[in-house]
Nanobody, 126 residues
């Protein structure tokens, strides 16, 4: 029904920037919210940013607010995350997720999202 594929991860020096992308292969006509999560080694998945179907409702995690911007292009079926002023503690695998149960308000809980990409590694060196 849905497949998600992240890209854009890599190694960047502290203070630098990265732009992550997610392409959605969607064969249903349902509306859906989308989000970015990350998971560092031995840690729980952490909410980074979420965006509603229309893009009018956006949430950011406290650890990254003012440093990241989430956007989506429904015509192209893409989701993006611009990350600036990166820190070593931002090192993690970043996941794209889709929630087909909610279209107007992105959730912060990872268990609200039924579809996940395989992740892209972001490493920030000091």
């Amino acid at each position: 029904q849905v497949q998600l594929l992240e890209s854009g991860g890599g190694v960047v020096q502290a203070g630098g920037s990265l732009r992550l992308s997610c392409v959605a292969d969607v064969r249903t006509s349902s509306y859906y919210s989308m989000a970015w999560f990350r998971q560092a080694q031995e840690n729980e998945r952490e909410f980074i940013a979420g965006i509603s179907w229309r893009g009018n409702a956006i949430h950011y995690g406290d650890s990254v607010k003012d440093r990241v911007t989430i956007t989506r292009d429904n015509a192209k079926k893409t989701l993006s995350l611009q990350m600036n002023s990166l820190r070593p503690e931002d090192t993690a695998v970043y996941y794209c997720a889709a929630d087909f149960s909610r279209w107007d308000l992105p959730a912060r809980r990872d268990d609200e999202y039924g579809y996940w990409g395989r992740g892209t590694q972001v490493t920030v060196s000091s």
